[in-house]
Antibody, heavy 121, light 106 residues
Framework: QVQLQQSGPGLVKPSQTLSLTCVIS??????????WNWIRQSPSRGLEWLGR?????????DYAVSVKGRLTINPDTSKNQFSLQLNSVSPEDTALYYC???????????WGQGTLVTVSS | EIVLTQSPATLSLSPGERATLSCRAS??????LAWYQQKPGQAPRLLIY???KRATGIAARFSGSGSGTDFTLTISNLEPEDFAVYYC????????FGGGTKVEIK
């Protein structure tokens, strides 16, 4: 049974970097049939896909246009985890952030517990 | 970006009734459409993928249909635990979600 455990601060100051980590158990981050996503949810923007990383002979990442240039998603194979780094945050980045496993045959089939991140001074 | 529009925003029904939820895409997504259920304080849960296939462990009262731009999620006999918010999501291109339909107890 796959489980995702998120960690990271719940409060970030404007203009700083938001960093979250997602530890994977029950699966390998290098699984060829899976991608590892970050998705956030807020009342104003609803559910918003941010990006993903996946291994297909080499590591790849895709990012949403809305955060491209500010977002980096990195895999860490030694710890079987992946991370999110969102630079230059503003109050509009306040949201509940989820790490999510995506099976390429089915969809977003396993979600982390969520981390509420508030951007405020 | 493919925009998904869900209707109605809220559906008020009684246990035992049938729920019919709609999702319309701004352009064709073929059958790459999924449905998720979210309860308060929980993450979304995958119910249906590829428009009509039930995910592992999902009860048979949940069914999906449609292709192209128009999709439907049907809950045939509402159980008390089915009152929640439902989202559609497409993976034809970069993933996007609909705004959700809340199924509430009448």
């Amino acid at each position: 049974q796959v489980q995702l455990q998120q960690s990271g601060p719940g409060l970030v100051k404007p203009s700083q970097t938001l960093s979250l980590t997602c530890v994977i158990s029950g699966d390998s981050i290098s699984n060829y049939t899976v991608a590892w996503n970050w998705i956030r949810q807020s009342p104003s923007r609803g559910l918003e896909w941010l990006g993903r990383t996946y291994y297909r002979s080499k590591w790849n990442s895709d990012y949403a246009v809305s955060v491209k240039g500010r977002l980096t998603i990195n895999p860490d194979t030694s710890k079987n985890q992946f991370s999110l780094q969102l630079n230059s945050v503003s109050p509009e980045d306040t949201a509940l952030y989820y790490c999510v496993r995506e099976d390429i045959r089915t969809g977003l089939d396993c979600w982390g517990q969520g981390t509420l991140v508030t951007v405020s001074s | 970006e493919i925009v998904l529009t869900q209707s109605p925003a809220t559906l008020s029904l009684s246990p035992g009734e049938r729920a019919t939820l709609s999702c319309r895409a701004s352009q064709s997504v073929s059958s790459f459409l999924a449905w998720y259920q979210q309860k308060p304080g929980q993450a979304p849960r995958l119910l249906i993928y590829d428009a009509s296939k039930r995910a592992t462990g999902i009860a048979a009262r949940f069914s999906g249909s449609g292709s192209g731009t128009d999709f439907t999620l049907t809950i045939s006999n509402l159980e008390p635990e089915d009152f929640a918010v439902y989202y559609c999501q497409q993976r034809s291109s970069w993933p996007t979600f609909g705004g959700g339909t809340k199924v509430e107890i009448k």
